[in-house]
């Protein structure tokens, strides 16, 4: 089903906050997942690149039953996205993208109820920090192909791949560490 442009983007029960996110969002659609109470939602996402034409490029996010204890499933069939683990995406089959840990993801929704957040306000938090994310790994993508880089810059931060990553979001990036932080969640 098509979902008007005016309406929030279903990607948790209760959906993003489209105004929030109406530039990066070109069109989305909604479809019925393989499980009970799972659905999937088909994004066209705009990519802001500096000097450059504005792309876009295509997502396809899985969203969970339980989508507040297990982390959303994003991923990307564009061709020129990088399919590599220093990209931050599965480097064969579907290019699913590494836009955040597990572990900061529970977290987060953690945190926020316990700062009493409506479930509603939940969801459209952690919608906006999905989309934004992406957005953001998409955009280095884009930037890497424009400029023919092989390897992902060190620059750019991010942090490691698997269990060494876990540890350095659980040591150097916790909520307390992040309590400090105003720019994040993005």
Same mark, same amino acid.
């Given at each position: 089903?098509?979902?008007? !442009?005016? +309406?929030?983007?279903? #990607?948790?029960?209760?959906?993003? +906050?489209?105004?929030?996110?109406? =530039?990066?969002?070109?069109?989305?659609?909604?479809?019925?997942?393989?499980?009970?109470?799972?659905?999937?939602?088909?994004?066209? #996402?705009?990519?802001?690149?500096?000097?450059?034409? !504005?792309?876009?490029?295509?997502?396809?996010?899985?969203?969970?039953?339980?989508?507040? !204890?297990?982390?959303?499933?994003?991923? +990307?069939?564009?061709?020129?996205?990088?399919?590599?683990?220093?990209?931050?995406?599965?480097?064969?089959?579907?290019?699913? @993208?590494?836009?955040?840990?597990?572990?900061?993801?529970?977290?987060?929704?953690?945190?926020?109820? @316990?700062?009493?957040?409506?479930?509603? =306000?939940?969801? =459209?938090?952690?919608?906006?920090?999905?989309?934004?994310?992406?957005?953001?790994?998409? !955009?280095?993508?884009?930037?890497?192909? +424009? @400029?023919? @880089?092989?390897?992902?810059?060190?620059?750019?931060?991010?942090? =490691?791949?698997?269990?060494?990553?876990?540890?350095?979001?659980?040591?150097?990036?916790?909520?307390?560490?992040?309590?400090?932080?105003?720019?994040?969640?993005?």
């Amino acid at each position: 089903m098509i979902i008007e !442009r005016s +309406t929030p983007i279903p #990607l948790c029960p209760l959906g993003v +906050t489209a105004g929030k996110l109406k =530039e990066l969002v070109d069109s989305w659609t909604v479809i019925p997942g393989p499980a009970a109470k799972t659905y999937r939602v088909r994004l066209r #996402l705009n990519i802001h690149a500096d000097n450059a034409p !504005r792309p876009c490029c295509n997502l396809v996010i899985a969203v969970p039953a339980r989508w507040d !204890r297990v982390l959303p499933v994003v991923w +990307t069939d564009d061709a020129w996205a990088y399919r590599s683990i220093n990209w931050h995406s599965q480097p064969k089959g579907r290019c699913d @993208l590494c836009w955040v840990l597990p572990h900061e993801w529970i977290q987060w929704i953690d945190f926020w109820k @316990l700062e009493g957040k409506s479930n509603r =306000e939940i969801a =459209e938090l952690a919608g906006d920090w999905l989309v934004t994310a992406c957005e953001l790994l998409m !955009r280095r993508h884009y930037l890497g192909r +424009t @400029l023919g @880089l092989a390897q992902w810059p060190e620059a750019w931060t991010a942090h =490691e791949h698997f269990g060494k990553g876990v540890g350095q979001f659980l040591i150097s990036n916790s909520i307390p560490y992040r309590l400090y932080r105003k720019d994040f969640p993005p």
